[in-house]
């Protein structure tokens, strides 16, 4: 009985972790980003689909913990078929998986915002690894890979925008020297992307976030050990999407 017992109590222990984890925003602990999946609310897949009140001129926006606080500081109460309205544009959420598989979800957005179309995408702050030169320059390669797939697909629909968010810094606690070469040459890969590519444009949010060492400016984090903004951070952010739609073609 006694050892059932326990059985109970751990399983019980880890259904309130994976809750905890799942909630947005800075109720996060420590460098945990929680992604979507396939068919939750607001995914290609959703009951919430692209196409549902969305006008031309509407931006689809791909991400997953960060960008949904970053729509909850915009004042967006969690329906994904209703937008957040920013600088006069009506953002959509479109909650994305991790990595392998957030490469199909922004192809689905990317292929129902069609020709002359505008999306939102960018990796959170935990698909970037460092730790060693080995696993930093194997994960910018996937990284790299996921967005370069993403712009060639892109170029298919004609006059469709593709803003494209760089890297997120994290709390110094967990930032390496081999983190932020990873991130930095990401980021160069972008500007190389839009320079290429007339219809990308950047969304500066590193250089709105990061430190001069690379780690994210501790007013910008939610805690010393939480990488996800704070309404400090969220504002520095829409400073970086205000200035990335000022240069939309």
Known sequence: MLGKARTVLAAAAAALLLAALAAPGCGKSGNVSTGGSGGSAGSPGSGGGIGTGVGRGAV????????????????????????????????????????????????????????????FFKLCFADFEGGDEWTARENLRRNQGIIDELVEYSRKFPGQVLLLGNALPVVSEYCDSWLVWNQRSY?????????????????????????????????????RDDSHPSAAGYAAMDGAMRAALAKMP
């Open 187 to 223: 980021n160069r890969h972008l500007e190389e992307l839009a320079s290429a590519n007339p219809q990308v444009v950047v969304v500066d949010l590193y250089g709105a976030l990061a430190a001069g060492d690379g780690s994210l400016q501790p007013r910008f984090a939610c805690s």
């Open 60 to 119: 689809q926006a791909c991400g997953r913990s960060v960008l949904y606080g970053w729509f909850e500081h915009l004042g967006w109460e969690g329906d994904p078929a209703v937008p957040v309205r920013f600088e006069g544009v009506d953002f959509y959420y479109r909650e994305m998986s991790c990595p392998p598989e957030i490469t199909d979800d922004a192809r689905a957005v990317i292929k129902r915002a069609g020709e002359g179309g505008r999306v």
